[in-house]
């Protein structure tokens, strides 16, 4: 026995030292010392990208790396994200039923491999997306495109002019914001059929091509400002300069993408000079960066929102006055001045700032006494217990824990049921769950994405088949919905930003969301790293203008 | 006084005991100087006197709220007056919440002792007077409890079970039986045939009756001596599972989901972390000493008695 125990202990030590050589490795991978001046390396969280292929990708840091080496027809405008601009098109204009777009193409624009862009090159690229109809394919499939009539409806008439045709006269500003979207990438089409695989067709998959698919999934065919060199999942990912770039060439030669997961590593590595940005990085060590005189920080408000959840489902929870009681019961200041400070910022719509139509309104303070006498309205004086499902993840855990104590003080009590994303986020789906707190990233980079997200559910029975965040909790609005779909269809754009504003009101006072705050996206720099900007998407966080001392 | 305490002691201490109960005494303070000789001991069970003292006093003795924290003004304070062991991410006082974790931790603790014991001490006295193939069986049922690591055997009934302070301690009782079949099978394989248990079937007592009256309390000694050191270890376990997000859930101050919160702010405010780590360590301190202690009182192959 004496003996067993001994060898119990070593164990348990052996255990604990090879734990310890383990944290220790993590946070001392390989140093660079000083990085070369004409290369940003940056450390990120890249193990989310499987893919590079445009067609397919609709993940985060692969947006950032196709914005940076691919061009689309337009652009977001940076200055102005309400409005877009020209990438590969020089001009547009649409036609008067609203149904046809006709682009005319920048001349002399040259992909990285020295084939010329052409209109040609835009439609296939359209086609191809529309046929592989990967995750993202459908911000172009609600134009009407399906893979029998894509040809027609996105097709090259000359060298220069290509012409979009879609089913419905929709808002102009919806169509373009959609073509900003990384699947709308333009694709060196020679190179990739190059590298396609011939393919026998069958019942799923009708072509006898796989498009470069499987090429694709590594490699890079676009005429972007980078190019994408090599790509080794989970470890590292490389941009350098294309030099057949049409505008002004970056100043960098290359970019380097490492991949590091820990905050407190990144910082380590930041202090330490061995990288020049770090993208993951906690409140705490953020703040930290900033008070340090050898680093910056840097920081843009993202398309991705946080809310608390009310499932309709739920006797208690459907009503009104319980609705408005929820929002009277989160501590918007102390959150927003700790727990997402640096990460976030407070915001009560559901549209992102910045994007077309976004009211900026934050009529709800935290208020217990309001609370309550809404609860008492609603003939729960005593209070009442509801379940929260709650993702085991920072900041959610740490707002939901708030949002307990808060709340506990109106008389709610509030079991907290932790999970993993999937686990959480099967039961939502489902609509089991009483409260549930989530986030929700723009699809695109227009107010539809979220309207339709929060303000809109065509069917609440069961069995439906369009799945909005309004349908998961059981939010039945005939009317919002009529009304969300009217401002898809508003060509005026002054008239839509308001129809959206409206919506935006309407949900305010009386939608099951508890809206949070507002992603912002922040990162930490050495001193040397000059001009580095996040932009509103992730595939606008432009590193071209990026210079280093 | 001295007189009357002198025979006192002399009245424990006789080689010739006047009745069952002077005899029982006599040991039970035997074992007891043994117990305090030895310092260390002593200060184990100080440990475990102290933790209990602190869970049955908690309300008084802790000087906020272990769950109501003012997120606004008193997030992550350093140490100092207020706050003597600083705040945590929510804002509340740490030493609070150490103060009502101690109560999970003994709950944890005690619930696994009362539960796991008892099984590990039935299925082992049984296993070693059958014989045959009831041993064969339950104890290849130990050997296939024992073959997994406890900690990723408690992982897999808790995922299983729902995560949760009750179902971590259901999965870490489960996990720690095995080891205590092993001892009480041990045990009785010594004393099942020795005269005193052939005279009882002799005299016609019944195979539970030898088991549950003659042999068990034969290994009852070992037995306590194995889960006190044990202690320390289920302790782990739980604070292992609650820092894996599986044990207690928010806002419980289970030490090991303390430590998980903390984690976060390890470089620049190391005492949210550090406080419940100190605390894990000190109590599995305690419960170590306080076995080693109890083994070398208890044993009874120790001594001359």
Redesign the interface.
């Known amino acids: 026995m004496n003996r067993e125990k001994i060898t119990n202990r070593t164990g348990r030590l052996l255990a604990g030292a090879a734990l310890s050589l383990l944290l220790v490795s993590g946070g001392m991978a390989p140093a660079f010392a000083e990085t070369p001046a004409d290369t940003l390396v940056q450390a990120w969280a890249i193990d989310d990208t499987i893919t590079l292929d445009p067609a397919e990708s609709f993940e985060l840091s692969p947006a950032e790396f196709i914005g940076n080496a691919y061009d689309m027809l337009v652009r977001l405008d940076i200055n102005d994200t309400t409005k877009v601009k020209g990438g590969i098109a020089d001009s547009w204009t649409v036609s008067d039923d609203g149904l046809t777009y006709t682009f005319k193409l920048k001349a002399g624009v040259k992909f990285a491999s020295g084939n010329p862009v052409t209109a040609e090159d835009v439609a296939w690229s359209f086609e191809r997306a529309v046929k592989l109809d990967k995750s993202p394919a459908f911000i172009l499939t609600q134009f009407g495109l399906t893979g029998d009539n894509v040809t027609e409806k996105a097709k090259a008439v000359d060298e220069s002019t290509f012409v979009f045709t879609v089913d419905k006269a929709y808002a102009p500003s919806f169509v373009l914001n959609c073509l900003t979207a990384t699947v709308g990438a333009v694709l060196d089409k020679k190179l990739v059929m190059e590298h396609a695989e011939a393919k026998t067709p069958s019942d799923e998959y009708k072509y006898d091509t796989d498009f470069g698919y499987g090429w694709l999934k590594t490699n890079y065919a676009g005429s972007g400002p980078f190019k994408i060199r090599d790509w080794r999942a989970n470890e590292i990912l490389v941009l350098e300069r294309n030099d057949n770039y049409y505008g002004e060439k970056p100043a960098l030669a290359r970019v380097i993408y490492r991949h590091v997961k820990e905050s407190a590593t990144q910082r380590l590595m930041l202090e330490a000079g061995d990288v020049d940005v770090a993208r993951n990085l906690e409140p705490g060590d953020l703040d930290a960066v900033s008070k340090n005189a050898d680093l910056a920080t840097t920081s843009a408000p993202k398309g991705t929102v946080y809310y608390i959840s009310l499932n309709q489902k739920n006797a208690n929870l459907a009503k009104p006055e319980v609705r408005e009681a929820f929002k009277y019961l989160v501590d918007y200041d102390a959150i927003g001045s700790t727990l997402i400070k640096g990460i976030g910022e407070i915001r009560q719509t559901y549209q992102a700032k910045g994007v077309l139509g976004a009211l900026e309104a934050s009529p709800y303070k935290f208020d217990v006494a309001k609370a309550k006498e809404l609860l008492e309205k609603a003939g729960l004086k005593d209070g009442f217990s509801v379940t929260f499902d709650v993702r085991n993840t920072q900041p959610v855990t740490g707002i939901a824990e708030s949002f307990q104590q808060t709340a506990g003080q109106a008389g709610v009590n509030i079991e907290i049921i932790p999970g993993d994303g999937k686990q959480t986020l099967t039961k939502y789906r489902a609509r089991n769950h009483d409260l549930y707190i989530g986030q929700w990233g723009m699809d695109y980079w227009d107010p539809n994405s979220n309207g339709e997200a929060f303000t809109s559910n065509p069917d609440n029975s069961d069995d439906a088949s369009v799945k909005t965040l309004a349908w998961r909790n059981a939010w039945d609005i005939p009317e919002l919905t009529a009304e969300s779909k009217a401002a898809l269809l508003e060509r005026d754009n002054a008239k839509r930003a308001e129809m959206y504003q409206k919506l935006q009101q309407q949900a305010l006072e009386t939608s099951p969301f508890v809206m949070i705050f507002q992603q912002t996206e922040a990162a930490g720099l050495r001193g040397a790293v000059k001009n580095y900007k996040l932009g509103p998407s992730m595939d606008t966080n432009f590193l071209a203008p990026v210079t280093k001392q | 006084m001295s007189d009357a305490a002198m025979t006192r002691r002399e009245w424990l201490l006789t080689d010739r005991p006047q009745s069952r109960l002077q005899a029982r005494l006599g040991r039970a303070y035997v074992a007891w100087r043994r117990f305090t000789a030895n310092r260390l001991a002593v200060i184990g069970l100080v440990i475990i006197l102290g933790l209990v003292f602190l869970a049955i006093f908690a309300p008084l003795l802790a000087p906020h709220s272990p769950?109501?924290?003012?997120?606004?003004k008193a997030?992550l304070l350093s140490p100092g007056p207020g706050h003597w062991l600083g705040t945590d991410?929510?804002?509340r006082d740490i030493l609070s919440r150490l103060i009502y974790g101690s109560r999970l931790t003994l709950q944890v603790v005690l619930l696994v002792a009362v539960i796991a014991a008892p099984i590990g001490l039935l299925v082992g006295t049984v296993a070693g007077y059958a014989g045959g193939w009831v041993d064969a069986v339950l104890m290849r049922i130990t050997d296939i409890f024992l073959a997994f690591p406890k900690l990723v055997l408690a992982l897999a009934f808790v995922a299983a079970l729902g995560?949760g302070i009750g179902n971590a301690i259901i999965a870490i009782a489960i996990t720690s039986w095995p080891?205590y079949a092993r001892?009480a099978r041990a045990e009785t394989l010594t004393v099942r045939n020795s005269d005193y248990i052939q005279a009882v079937q002799l005299m016609g007592a019944s195979p539970w009756r030898i088991v549950l009256r003659h042999i068990m309390p034969l290994c009852i000694s070992?037995l306590i001596v194995?889960v006190t050191?044990d202690m320390a270890?289920i302790i782990?376990t739980a604070a292992g599972l609650g820092f894996l997000?599986l044990g207690a859930?928010?806002?419980l101050p289970e030490w090991g989901a303390m430590i998980a919160?903390g984690r976060?702010?390890?470089?620049?405010?190391w005492w949210v972390a550090a406080a419940p780590g100190v605390a894990i360590l000190i109590v599995s301190l305690g419960f170590n000493l306080l076995g080693d202690g109890l083994r070398d009182a208890l044993d009874p192959r120790g001594s001359g008695q």
Request: no cysteine.
């Open positions: 769950y109501i924290g003012d997120l606004a997030r991410d929510q804002g995560p080891p001892i070992s194995r050191l270890g782990l997000g859930q928010p806002p919160s976060r702010f390890i470089l620049d405010q």
